[in-house]
């Protein structure tokens, strides 16, 4: 059964150990760096008892008949695919895109890897039963997972087990007869803070001799030596939610975890001291392309918010009809249509996951073209709407006291105004837009979109992996197979035979 907005917020008072400023939180509910993104991730999960979204949102439990969301359910048809993605596009639109790991994230995840057991199973049946069986519990239960899959950047030169500390990287470091206890740190936690459970695995390459911390297992966040380390509040050093509308709202933040002596229970091991196992969980099962699905999807929808400042900011200016204006306008709406042709052509052309018991997947050649081509497109949209604002983005009004003092006001409504827009429309405008592609906030988002799927370096030589190469070589050799040098020799190019070769000293 999904939860209320009331019922997650009560979850996450549980005690959990997060530092902010030199500060541990109290209440991560109502501490003001936090408050807010707990409220609006709230509003979520209300939605899904909202008769309007309840069945965009959610589908039967196959165990409980309850109702349980989307994305928790493993797609069997294109049309499965398609459901998936307008229940994270309808959540993406409440908070027009700016939560990246909304809950429907990781639950994309999971159903990515419930669909494929098989792998795990490679490591004992009991961890494919185990995982099977948490897969079931997080679902019927509605839970939020956060996680962390990436080590920390202390010597990249070095594998896991030749850092200078032994546990710098979370690892097990005592094994019991009822599960294990690990030590260690994983780096940018993006909204670990406001899960329910933590999932803690390794998504790059360990060495032949990394075995201690090739591992996969989840938490209750609150579980005893769990440590949160937060970055910088935005929605602490917002103003206000008028002088800053997303940072104040959506700030789903980012931190650094800490594990110190943390006990797993083995129920919740899913892969244990297997180098290939904890990397080809992401590429032998769908979890991958769940995301990149569920990430697709939502970016098209950001595009798509992005893509209405920039119309309101050409309105504003009075320059909508401007030629070069209609070219720029036309640049964001062409990023924003292949955007969402990505999402519709991974879905039509989805194809079967290898192992499963009929589960689909998105179409893999166009979901890594998607992961590698959207960084980029993000950029460009922002530049794009930088030059159509102009001046105007840097020199808004500290806040909406200014526009209320009675000197200042007046001044503020004579001289920051422009056809069909009152100074307060149009500040109201720019400050929206200046928090989407200026301000702090937004510089975090932009880092963000280039790098959460991964470095260049990373999604590039992907792309080329599942690119379909094969098929795009088999085509260029139907060309040269085409044609020989011998056709030249038998005849010349009016159709009659070619004289005979012969050398420099015969003539």
Known sequence: MTRTGAEYVEALRDGREVWIDGERVADVTTHPAFRNTVR??????????????????????????????????????QADLAARREATRTWARATFGYLGRSPDYMASCWAGFAAAPGLFARGGQERADHLLAY??????????????IVNPQIDRSKPAAEQEEPFLYVGVVKERDDGIVVRGA??????????DEIFVGT??????????????????????????????????????????????????????MIYENVFVPWERVFVYR?????????????????????AAARFWTK??????????????????????????????????????????????????????????????????????????AYVQVLEEIKWLAGGSLIQMPASYRDLVHPEAGPLIERYVRSPG???????????????????????????????????????????????????CEALA???????????????GADGAPLPPLTSSRER
């Open 40 to 77: 609006s991730i709230a509003q979520l999960y209300d939605m899904t008892h909202d008769p309007q979204y309840r069945d965009l949102l959610t589908t039967p439990s196959p165990t409980t008949g309850e109702p349980v969301h989307r994305c928790y359910t493993i797609p069997r048809s």
């Open 135 to 148: 897969y079931a519990h997080m679902r019927d239960h509605d839970l939020y997972q956060s996680h962390t």
């Open 186 to 195: 994983k780096m940018v936690g993006t909204a670990a803070l406001f899960g």
């Open 203 to 256: 998504i790059e390459p360990l060495g032949p001799h990394d075995q201690d911390y090739a591992l996969t297992f989840s938490i209750p966040f609150n579980s005893p030596g769990v440590k949160v380390i937060s970055r910088a509040s935005y929605e602490q050093a917002a103003r206000s939610p008028w002088d800053n509308p997303l940072s104040s709202r959506f700030d789903e933040n980012d931190a650094l």
């Open 274 to 294: 297997s180098v290939e196992l904890a990397l080809m969980q992401w590429w032998e099962t769908p979890a991958f392309s769940y995301w990149i699905h569920q």
């Open 303 to 376: 595009l798509e918010f992005l893509a209405g400042l920039a119309v309101k900011v050409a309105k504003a200016n009075n320059v909508l009809k401007v030629p070069l204006v209609q070219m720029q306008l036309g640049r964001v709406l062409s990023t924003v249509n292949l955007a969402k042709a990505a999402v519709l052509a991974m879905e039509e052309g989805c194809e079967p996951v290898p192992g499963s018991d009929g589960a689909v997947q998105p179409n893999r050649s166009i979901a890594f073209a998607q992961r590698a081509w959207a960084p980029n």
């Open 421 to 471: 827009h009152t100074a307060e429309e149009r500040i109201k405008l720019y400050k929206l837009v200046w928090d989407a592609v200026g301000s702090e906030f937004a510089s975090r988002h932009e880092h963000y979109e280039r790098f959460y799927h991964g470095a260049p370096y990373v999604n590039l030589p992907a792309a080329f992996r599942e690119g379909a190469a094969d098929a």
């Open 477 to 491: 050799d139907a060309a040269l197979s085409g044609y020989e040098l011998s056709d030249l020799l038998d005849a």
